[in-house]
């Protein structure tokens, strides 16, 4: 094809320059720039606000696990000191039964009568 068929639109009206196409993309490229720095600003932000949420949920698990932990120390003192008082008192009430069976076994050795199988006469 030849050159000189192709029509030169170089002076027409409303047709941009190379300069003026030129100058208009760096337009658009400044632009998106600003809104990616814009972007990236929020970005940021909504980073230190996660990390520092994250930081202050870590403070809060570390005293409700500490919280705990303390709870469940008491929890196994107290089940330890039932259980003391449980043994304690079970053997208390063995060695009563075993004085009780002894006060019987004098009673109706002395006296030939079972105190629990006599009514006394009145």
Same mark, same amino acid.
């Given at each position: 094809? !030849?050159?000189? !068929?192709?029509?030169?639109? /170089?002076?027409? &009206?409303?047709?941009?320059?190379? &300069?003026?196409?030129?100058? *208009?993309? &760096?337009?658009?490229?400044?632009?998106?720039?600003?809104?990616?720095? $814009? *972007?990236?600003?929020?970005?940021? *932000?909504?980073?230190?606000?996660?990390?520092?949420?994250?930081?202050?949920? $870590? @403070?809060?698990?570390? @005293?409700?696990?500490?919280?705990?932990?303390? =709870?469940?120390?008491? =929890?196994?003192?107290?089940?330890?000191?039932?259980?003391?008082?449980?043994? @304690?008192? $079970? /053997?208390?009430?063995? /060695? @009563?039964?075993?004085?009780?069976?002894?006060?019987?076994?004098?009673?109706? $050795? &002395?006296?030939?009568?079972?105190?629990?199988?006599?009514?006394?006469?009145?």
């Amino acid at each position: 094809m !030849d050159p000189y !068929d192709i029509e030169d639109t /170089s002076d027409w &009206l409303g047709t941009p320059t190379e &300069l003026e196409t030129c100058r *208009q993309f &760096l337009l658009m490229l400044e632009n998106e720039v600003q809104e990616l720095t $814009s *972007q990236l600003r929020k970005a940021r *932000q909504d980073v230190f606000g996660l990390v520092q949420m994250h930081a202050d949920v $870590s @403070k809060e698990r570390d @005293k409700l696990r500490a919280d705990f932990n303390r =709870a469940r120390t008491d =929890a196994l003192e107290a089940q330890r000191q039932a259980i003391d008082i449980q043994i @304690k008192s $079970s /053997s208390e009430l063995m /060695s @009563k039964d075993r004085v009780i069976s002894e006060l019987y076994a004098t009673v109706v $050795s &002395l006296t030939g009568v079972e105190p629990f199988t006599q009514i006394p006469k009145q």
